[in-house]
């Protein structure tokens, strides 16, 4: 994960707990009472297929999928009812510490608000944050919400939504400030990752 992103996006595609019981997909969410956390290239093809294909004219730098289960990584989304969340996320690097990723969220009981509370969450409570914003979005016609934050000098935006097919997308996009130099340019880059994903009816 590219630095600038990695405070407060990469939760949100999951973590790998080392005490925990290896990895299986296919595999329950817990094992001897201990919840499976995990992520791999080709964990889930048919959550990776609804991640698009191409950002900026190509393909991402990374792509895979995994699952959450512990509360550690599914935070906010316990209280609401969540114990398990399956993932697929596609990282693009635009810079040394820039990049955009892409991703879809299916669980059971899984919401585009549930899951906008979580990355609202983790935007407040991360370190060295600080000019917060939520709005209100409409993205290809399906309502979504949006936070926008300074972190540690770069500008950072998660943009979450919901689907006819049941999945929730996320579009996560951080500029460094010397290197995108304009607001302007880190908004172009809001408006291509949303772009990027067809129609979810």
């Given at each position: 994960?590219?630095?600038?992103?990695?405070?407060?996006?990469?939760?949100?595609?999951?973590?790998?707990?080392?005490?925990?019981?290896?990895?299986?997909?296919?595999?329950?969410c817990v094992v001897h009472d201990r919840?499976?956390?995990?992520?791999?290239?080709?964990?889930?093809?048919?959550?990776?297929?609804?991640?698009?294909?191409?950002?900026?004219?190509?393909?991402?730098?990374?792509?895979?999928?995994?699952?959450?289960?512990?509360?550690?990584?599914?935070?906010?989304?316990?209280?609401?009812?969540?114990?398990e969340v399956r993932f697929a996320g596609?990282?693009?690097?635009?810079?040394?510490?820039?990049?955009?990723?892409?991703?879809?969220?299916?669980?059971?009981?899984?919401?585009?608000?549930?899951?906008?509370?979580?990355?609202?969450?983790?935007?407040?409570?991360?370190?060295?944050?600080?000019?917060?914003?939520?709005?209100?979005?409409?993205?290809?016609?399906?309502?979504?919400?949006?936070?926008?934050?300074?972190?540690?000098?770069?500008?950072?935006?998660?943009?979450?939504?919901?689907?006819?097919?049941?999945?929730?997308?996320?579009?996560?996009?951080?500029?460094?400030?010397?290197?995108?130099?304009?607001?302007?340019?880190?908004?172009?880059?809001?408006?291509?990752?949303?772009?990027?994903?067809?129609?979810?009816?």
């Amino acid at each position: 994960m590219l630095p600038i992103l990695a405070a407060l996006f990469v939760s949100g595609l999951g973590a790998c707990t080392g005490a925990a019981p290896s990895f299986d997909p296919a595999g329950p969410c817990v094992v001897h009472d201990r919840p499976v956390d995990g992520r791999a290239a080709g964990a889930y093809p048919e959550l990776e297929a609804l991640v698009p294909a191409t950002f900026d004219g190509r393909g991402p730098n990374r792509l895979d999928s995994g699952r959450n289960c512990s509360e550690r990584n599914l935070g906010t989304m316990v209280a609401r009812g969540i114990r398990e969340v399956r993932f697929a996320g596609g990282l693009w690097e635009v810079g040394q510490r820039s990049g955009v990723s892409l991703a879809v969220f299916r669980g059971e009981g899984l919401s585009a608000p549930i899951l906008f509370e979580f990355y609202e969450t983790g935007a407040r409570t991360a370190p060295k944050t600080d000019a917060i914003e939520t709005t209100d979005v409409s993205v290809g016609g399906i309502s979504g919400r949006r936070v926008d934050t300074l972190n540690d000098e770069s500008y950072q935006t998660v943009v979450v939504w919901g689907g006819g097919d049941g999945a929730v997308r996320v579009a996560l996009v951080g500029s460094d400030v010397r290197e995108t130099q304009a607001r302007a340019v880190h908004e172009s880059r809001v408006t291509a990752a949303l772009a990027a994903f067809p129609a979810a009816r």
